[in-house]
């Protein structure tokens, strides 16, 4: 059947199409390329089967999956085999994944992965489900709700995690969970739900989660 529009409708239906493209969805391209024809000749717009509303719950479900694989990648150039809680920035992770800054948020707002970690930067910071925050992490093997993300097996991050908490200003010392920084002194200038970012003596800032670190009483 046809159904008749407004003209702002039409724009917006438009514009929700090119953003959608953008983010390579062919289905999105070929409804846009209709569109585009039907307004050069002002005619009426068809309505489309709810099927496009399956494709865009099977996006949401690849997007955990891919969410981790890309976070897992880039944590891993930076410190290697120790890329448990090593925070990424969201413009990053949206880059390597070759979508918008603005999809990525959206469709990181609608899903649920144990063990992530939103984290407030300094500079801009996106909402997401009324949380400020500009990068995000994984503490351990994720557990999800709503994607698909594989097992990945570390008993390193199951060590002490819960039982451990610090302060702004403690002193602690970095231990063997964490090689890259082991033996390495420093000072909490911040506490993130399980994870601290420390000022070492030799002047590295790292970002570590409570397991890796030791009080200096």
Known sequence: M??????SLFE???EYFRARTEASDLVAQDLLKTLETLSSSNAAISSEPKSNG??????TSQFGQKLFDTWKELADLQVGENYWSYPVM???LAETMEISIDRFVQCLATIQIG???LIQGRGYNYQINGQQAASLTFHSAPTLKKAAIPKV???????????KSFKVG???????NRQQYANHKGIVEQVI??????KLDNGWTAFLPNHCLDLIT
Request: charged share 30%; hydrophobic share 35%; aromatic share 2%.
């Open 193 to 198: 739900s399980v994870s601290c970012r420390v």
């Open 90 to 92: 969201f413009e990053d």
């Open 54 to 59: 399956d494709r865009v719950d099977n996006l």
């Open 115 to 117: 063990s992530l970690q």
């Open 170 to 176: 403690d002193r602690v010392c970095v231990n063997a």
């Open 12 to 14: 917006q239906l438009l």
């Open 153 to 163: 097996s570390d008993n390193k991050q199951e060590l002490g995690t819960k039982s």
């Open 2 to 7: 046809a159904v008749n529009v407004s003209e």
